[in-house]
Each structure stands twice: as structure tokens, then as C-alpha cells.
């Protein structure tokens, strides 16, 4: 894996984006019952993109779930920009999430109906800011040029494009990445990825990926892998 060109320690001197301490997480019940999350602590800070890596029901899903005020940890305290997310209750966290939070999913999730430009100026709306201007979003992922196209009109690499500008519609103060390359080709991941680490960088938003594709990390601040609800430094040579 080549270094990334920008790192990164846990320990960044600015008020972290993301500061998870000590989190466990059950699901199931009874005999069902598992810890998806086993005393997990991750600090992401403003301006820095973290890859999680790791095998398919390891525990990565529940983390993003937990970051992005999804579901509620049964012990342990998520921050976001230090907002300790356990103290809101569901709307006041729906509206938290609404406002601070960015979701980018594995297809880019767009409403087929609508072109690009429209895609953000309804997210905007939801987030009670109508006044959004879908063009230097779609022109800082390089998609102004399909401004008018609808998702079926682009490809999977662009409709990852637009996922993403809408993600940053509300300068969200942290962006949660669900396995954005997989259904794109390697060119497209690595152009994806980085527009990821461009924009962490240029927003100063930080980016929590869960990915699959190790052939993308390159392009990430800090990697760190997840085993059975663990998190631990991440070793090329583990790769699954």
C-alpha cells in the first residue's frame, strides 16, 4: 500500500470531528445476543479521512450506525463535534444528525426523478436550508457538466459524484461512507476515494469510510481494521 500523502494521529491538538470512547454495542437476544462493538474508542479530527477496514460482519456497519446517531450505544460516549450524542433524545438526534452529519451509501442512493442539481437543492430543503446553490457543489466534484442528467443518465462512478455533493450540502461537520467503490470498476474507485480525501481536506470535514477495497486506501489519512468488533492498526498483510 503506498503512504498517504497526509497523516494523521488519533491525538490531533483541534477539537476532534468524531471522538468515540469506550463503546460497546449488543444485538440480538438470547442466545443470539452478540457485542457488535466491544469497547471501541476511535478519535477522527476536522480534515481527516479514516478508512475501517475488515470482514463482512465484523463490526463496521454498528460503527457508522452509532457515529451517525443511528443507534445508541449501550455504554461508552460518542462525541460529534462535542456533542455527546447519548444526552439527545430521537428528535433532538434526528435533528443533530440532519445538521451535522453527512451519509454517503454504497450506490449514491439518488431519487431516480430528479436531475443532479435537483438532488441537492431537495436536500437542502430537508435540512431547512433552501437557499442551497447546487452549482459550486456539483462543480467541486466535477459533475456541473451533468448538472440537468438524471441517475439512470449517469454512470456509477458520477452518481457517486452527486452522492457525495449532497452528503456536503449542509457543511456537515463529519461525512459517514458506506462502501462507496463497490459497484464501480478500479479506475473509478481510485477517482471516488480521492474526490473523498479532496474534499475531508478542503471542507476540513472529517470522513469515516467503511470500505472492502483495499486497492483505495492510498488515498486515506489513517486505516484501521475491524475483527470481531475490535478495532486495531491496520496490517497490509491481513488483508481479507
Excluded: W
Aim: one cysteine or more; hydrophobic letters at 40%.
Amino acid at each position: 500500500m503506498t503512504t498517504p500523502t497526509r497523516t494523521r494521529t488519533a491525538a490531533d491538538t483541534r477539537t476532534a470531528a468524531l471522538d468515540i470512547r469506550d463503546v460497546t454495542l449488543e444485538r440480538g437476544d438470547g442466545d443470539t445476543r452478540i457485542r457488535a462493538l466491544d469497547n471501541v474508542s476511535l478519535t477522527v479530527a476536522p480534515g481527516e479521512i479514516v478508512a475501517i477496514v475488515g470482514p463482512s460482519g465484523s463490526g463496521k456497519s454498528s460503527l457508522l450506525a452509532v457515529a451517525g446517531a443511528l443507534t445508541t450505544a449501550d455504554s461508552g460516549t460518542v462525541q460529534v463535534n462535542g456533542t455527546d450524542l447519548g444526552r439527545l433524545g430521537s428528535n433532538a438526534a434526528a435533528r443533530f444528525r440532519r445538521d451535522n452529519i453527512g451519509f454517503v451509501f454504497q450506490s449514491g442512493n439518488l431519487i431516480p426523478a430528479l436531475s443532479a442539481a435537483d438532488q441537492l437543492r431537495l436536500a437542502g430543503r430537508i435540512a431547512r436550508n433552501a437557499s442551497v446553490d447546487p452549482a459550486p457543489l456539483l462543480d467541486a466534484v466535477g459533475m456541473s457538466h451533468r448538472a440537468n442528467h438524471r441517475p439512470g443518465q449517469l454512470s456509477g462512478g458520477e452518481r457517486q459524484r452527486v452522492g457525495i455533493a449532497r452528503a456536503l450540502v449542509n457543511s456537515p461537520a463529519l461525512l459517514l461512507v458506506d462502501e462507496p467503490t463497490a459497484a464501480l470498476d478500479r479506475a473509478r474507485s481510485h477517482e471516488v476515494v480521492q474526490l473523498l480525501a479532496d474534499q475531508a481536506h478542503r471542507a476540513d470535514v472529517a470522513v469515516v469510510m467503511v470500505t472492502h477495497d483495499h486497492d483505495v486506501l492510498e488515498h486515506c489519512d489513517r486505516v484501521l481494521e475491524m475483527v470481531d468488533g475490535t478495532l486495531a492498526p491496520y496490517s497490509a498483510s491481513s488483508r481479507t
